[in-house]
């Protein structure tokens, strides 16, 4: 049985990245994993990074590294809003594992409950994120 689409539209600062339909988006918040099907309660979300998956169907699933950013679902379709998404292929292992040792060096430096202990603590994460979702491992 064939499952009802909605709208979805993924944009970064760069631009659109992705505007179709999908039975399905899969993310997750700043309170954990979600699922969004057809008809779902309007909603706002903070997102964090994740690997954010839109099933086109059960066998045809977009897959990109998401940064941090909003998830708004209202009127039958989602917004993603975020900071930054990549397709998977397209993350370099090697370059996630300098950034996250940065990020980790920044932490180690930045004074506790300081703006610079937060973005770094917050860049960590999304490192973190990212080089699993490059290496294959996904983020759910």
């Known amino acids: ?37 057809a008809n779902h309660t309007p909603l706002l979300a903070m997102l964090d990074p994740t690997e954010l998956r839109l099933y086109r169907s059960e066998s045809d699933i977009v897959r990109f590294a998401q940064g941090e ?6 009127d039958g379709r989602a917004l993603v809003l975020v900071e930054e998404a990549h ?10 594992q300098e950034r996250l040792r940065q990020a980790e060096q ?8 300081t703006e610079a202990a937060r973005t770094a603590l917050r860049d960590k994460r999304r490192w973190e994120t990212f080089l699993r979702i490059a290496e294959g491992g996904g983020a759910h």
């Open 69 to 74: 950013g909003y998830l708004q679902v209202a």
């Open 106 to 113: 920044a932490l180690s430096e930045a004074e506790e409950n």
């Open 1 to 37: 049985m064939a499952k009802t689409k909605f709208d979805v539209e993924v944009l970064t600062p760069e631009g659109e990245l992705f505007h179709d339909e999908v039975e399905m988006l899969s993310t997750r918040t700043a309170v954990g994993s979600i699922g969004v099907l």
């Open 87 to 96: 397709e998977p292929g397209e993350l370099s292992a090697s370059d996630l």
